[in-house]
């Protein structure tokens, strides 16, 4: 059952084994994984269910529809907007289909750094496998390279970097490249087409405008949830009350600590909302002479890692992405106003883009901020991290010339800088400072991070509080670093192995 | 097991509203900036398309008069035969978007609207309101904005921009300009 809170209007108070919060790549699976297993479940999302005849292929429609405050989430200093789901599915029904298990070195730093015992590729496998088999996880067919991503290739190969055509969750894919905003053609296996439906199947109820605001404890552990029913603008329609003898906290690096602090758990260790990584990115726009129409077909599906080497060095590096951006967002990466800013949207069917994405070492925090559902997060770069940040500016730009871009779009603000082919890249930044380019995050994590222990780390292996009996946690929250690769399927495996744990120990969680 | 669902009239929520500090007007710039990381190709605002409909609900009526001058200005063709944006959806679609979101995060837009009317008199030593500019002297006044050593001032440019920008080029009108061909519901996908 999957139950729209706002179409009803009044409380909802409910009873329930588990209570999970949050729908996205940990929630969605979590419930499901335990629904299977006979447990009682409610899911709580605090955005709107949508479902594929909703997505209008509209920017204006879908981007508010989909996004954390309609998109406009930042850091407290306004330097990174951070990018993040906000409905039944969460940042799966938004993403790009990325489908990277966690790096085999990072899982051995977790568990050699981070205490992590039995914390191992071996381990992790049934869970990978579960979770891939279920999102539908294949090999992007060579048919499937967009002409952008054909180009990207072509110049990391000239240029002699490595990159390499990854996998995805994409079933009978149109092409149409509407990914970002909703896949009107059910072809993403997003959360909202597998788990979601899957869970709902197995006896789990799912409400959706359902914010969680509160988990109460005592002494024994978790006992229940409280919450509102809500819109998109805050207003409150509602209260939402669930019992539960278990709590899993799915709802994103951000909320996630934001609740747990604003719920006053303990925090022994201090750890809850620290370490947060963003993964940043910046974008170089790159214009070519003949059409590419780059905003059509699979929009990522080469990815360039020649900048990160993680069994060398497993704390840091970067990689680089194509993307590309409907007229809205085009627009917005373009430098000037006016006409100037006019004649470069003429191009915009010759328009397509290179990210660089950090692994980053930087660590920032979420703090409770003005009000319910609206955390502070608190995050700069390193001076290290903001010198590899501009290095992968240029490498883009490198790379965007060698795939035969007439000229580049740095991101330099007000106005971006404008390189044509055979400039001096001298000219781009040394370092990407906040402030002077815009900064984006889809991927935040760490702030309840996973390590063996209670004095350093929020929770166990398993995402297992180390300190409130019965609380879970199973989203990006748990990463004990940044992770260096695209986070969908190691959100969902771990989420699948928390799942297994609450199981197992079913009969004394339930005491 | 569900104990009770009960029926109850909707409440405003306890909303705080931030005063004009300069945090809060950095996170009204940041709101409409993330526009700008969108700048980053990635995502951004909006509101229910059904409100989209109707008279100004956000902004006022001098308020909407002022976002529309601006906006013509930021988006600028250059093209006789082009649309402008009265004849377009375009500020009534930035004031729907606005209407839809958390109060917490759009509160500041008007007074960042009064800011670029009474910019000429503040920092351009002219004695007329934007809004009584000619095209060329609005043009003048934006690039102020844009270039001003003053951080703030740019930053509060670029959210602006950002803000006319996604109101213009989520207009339908606007698309042949560019050669987007626009949605593919109801057409044949391309695979």
């Known amino acids: 059952m999957i139950e729209k809170l706002l179409e009803g209007g009044g409380d909802l108070v409910e009873r329930a084994d588990v209570c999970v919060i949050g729908s996205g790549a940990g929630g969605a699976v979590a419930a499901a994984e335990l629904a299977a297993a006979g447990r009682s479940v409610v899911v709580l999302e605090q955005g709107p269910y949508w479902t594929n005849a909703d997505f209008t292929q509209r920017e204006d429609q879908m981007l508010p529809r989909l996004f954390e405050d309609a998109g406009m989430r930042q850091t407290a200093d306004g330097a990174v907007t951070i990018l993040q789901g906000r409905n039944v599915g969460g940042s799966t029904v938004h993403n790009l289909c990325y489908a990277f298990r966690t790096p085999g070195p990072i899982v051995d730093l977790w568990r050699e750094e981070h205490g992590l015992d039995g914390f191992t590729r071996e381990a992790l496998e049934p869970s990978f496998a579960r979770v891939e088999a279920n999102l539908r996880v294949k090999p992007i067919r060579e048919d499937e390279v967009s002409p952008l991503n054909r180009r990207i290739r072509t110049g990391a190969e000239k240029l002699g970097y490595s990159g390499f055509v990854t996998r995805h969750n994409r079933e009978n894919c149109v092409k149409a490249g509407y990914c970002m905003l909703g896949c009107t053609y059910g072809a993403k296996q997003s959360m909202l087409v597998t788990y979601v439906p899957r869970a709902a199947a197995a006896g789990a109820r799912i409400y959706a405008d359902a914010r969680a605001e509160r988990i109460e404890a005592e002494g024994g552990g978790v006992r229940r949830v409280l919450g509102s029913v809500v819109d998109s603008a805050g207003r409150v329609h509602g209260s939402v009350e669930v019992r539960a003898r278990v709590v899993v906290l799915a709802a994103g690096a951000v909320n996630s600590p934001d609740l747990w602090l604003r719920s006053g758990l303990a925090n022994g260790s201090g750890q809850v909302g620290r370490n947060l990584h963003l993964h940043p990115s910046v974008t170089v726009a790159g214009v070519w002479d003949e059409p590419l129409h780059a905003y059509r077909g699979i929009p990522q599906s080469y990815y360039i890692d020649e900048f990160i080497d993680l069994e060398r060095n497993p704390h840091s590096g970067y990689v680089l992405m194509p993307i590309s951006g409907f007229p809205v967002l085009t627009a917005l990466t373009l430098p000037g106003f006016g006409r100037r800013h006019f004649e470069q949207m003429r191009d915009y069917t010759g328009i397509g883009g290179l990210l660089v994405l950090l692994h980053d070492r930087s660590a920032g925090s979420v703090v409770p901020g003005s009000g319910v559902g609206r955390p502070e997060i608190r995050y700069a770069l390193t001076p290290h991290d903001r010198r590899l940040l501009a290095e992968g500016v240029r490498h883009c730009a490198e790379v965007l010339f060698a795939a035969g871009a007439r000229r580049i779009v740095a991101p330099t603000l007000p106005g971006p800088l404008v390189l044509e082919r055979g400039d001096d890249l001298g000219a781009l930044p040394s370092e990407i400072v906040a402030g002077e380019a815009p900064i984006a995050s889809t991927h935040p994590q760490s702030t309840c991070r996973m390590g063996g222990d209670p004095r350093t780390s929020v929770v166990d292996a398993f995402g297992e509080s180390h300190e409130v009996p019965g609380l879970f946690v199973a989203d990006m929250s748990v990463f004990p670093t940044s992770l260096g690769a695209p986070p969908q399927i190691t959100t969902a495996a771990l989420a699948d192995r928390s799942a297994q744990r609450i199981l197992a120990r079913w009969p004394e969680l339930a005491g | ?191």
């Open chain 2, 1 to 191: 097991m569900r104990l009770r669902r009960t029926a109850r009239a909707p409440r405003a929520t306890a909303t705080s509203y931030p005063s004009a500090t300069r945090r809060g007007f950095l996170r009204l710039v940041g709101s409409t900036a993330t526009l700008a990381t969108l700048a980053q190709l990635r995502a951004l605002p909006a509101a229910a398309a059904a409100r989209v409909e109707g008279a100004a609900r956000f902004f006022n009526t001098t308020e909407t008069e002022i976002l529309r001058q601006v906006m013509e200005r930021m988006v600028d063709t250059g093209l006789a035969d082009a649309p402008r944006v009265r004849d377009t959806r375009a500020v009534a679609s930035v004031d729907a978007l606005c209407a839809g979101l958390d109060p917490r995060a759009t509160d500041l837009l008007p007074l960042l609207l009064r800011a670029f009317e009474y910019g000429p008199i503040l920092f351009d030593l002219r004695f007329s309101r934007f809004t009584r500019l000619s095209d060329a002297e609005q043009d003048e006044s934006l690039a102020g904005w844009m270039k001003s050593r003053i951080g703030l001032r740019r930053t509060a440019f670029l959210a602006m921009r950002n803000l006319c920008f996604v109101g213009w080029y989520s207009q339908q009108e606007t698309w042949p300009l560019i050669g987007y061909e626009g949605p593919l519901l109801g057409k044949e996908p391309p695979a």
